[in-house]
């Protein structure tokens, strides 16, 4: 995205890594709607100055490692990851906190001032990434990054057993939520 309502599909040079970072080949990306702001340029982080054109949008995704940098430990090439969206300073408080989303000084892949996953190549700091599970398909793990998100929220809501619920809206965070309570 070059600027609010300006896109197009250009040719980049594969990401070099530095240490501790770790190249992956995007294997599945979402559409979110946070991609769709950006694209149009209504997301408060443009409009207040936070964030800047040009950027790849992008941050559900699933990959393959293909080159790790050096410091990197738990990742190796072939490995099939997924990643956070939130990349904090990792000197402030709220990172010492893991609470990276706190970080005043934050990236989010493909949302702040970081290319995301509409994109063959993606660099990410290794400590952001995870392995999937055997048995889990890139296919599925793409859906990891907004199931993390339902989680999140669901979290914040006093629900108990015997406590009846009402998802609002049929999009995908509205299906994952829906899934997640019944579940329970």
């Known amino acids: 995205i070059e600027a609010a309502g300006q896109h197009r599909i250009r040719q980049m040079e594969a990401p070099k890594v530095d240490p501790g970072e770790v190249l992956i080949t995007v294997a599945y990306v979402g559409v979110c709607a946070t991609d769709l702001a950006v694209a149009d340029g209504c997301l408060e982080y443009y409009r207040e100055g936070q964030a800047r054109y040009p950027i790849v949008p992008g941050h559900e995704y699933s990959g393959i490692v293909v080159e790790t940098g050096p410091d990197v430990s738990g990742l190796r090439m072939g ?102 309570l019944r579940h329970r």
Not at 81 to 103: N, T
Not at 106 to 120: K, L, Q, S, W
Not at 149 to 159: E, F, H, N, Q, T
């Open 79 to 180: 490995d099939k990851v997924v990643g956070e969206c939130a990349i904090g300073c990792g000197e402030c408080g709220a990172c010492a906190r893991w609470e990276f989303y706190r970080c005043t000084r934050r990236r989010e892949v493909g949302v702040i001032n970081m290319n995301g996953a509409y994109a063959r190549y993606l660099k990410m700091p290794a400590r952001y990434v995870h392995k999937l599970p055997r048995g889990i398909l890139l296919k599925e793990g793409a859906l990891i990054e907004p199931l993390a998100v339902c989680l999140k929220g669901l979290r914040k809501l006093a629900i108990g057993p015997r406590t009846s619920v009402c998802v609002v809206g049929a999009g995908p965070l509205g299906n994952l939520c829906a899934q997640i």
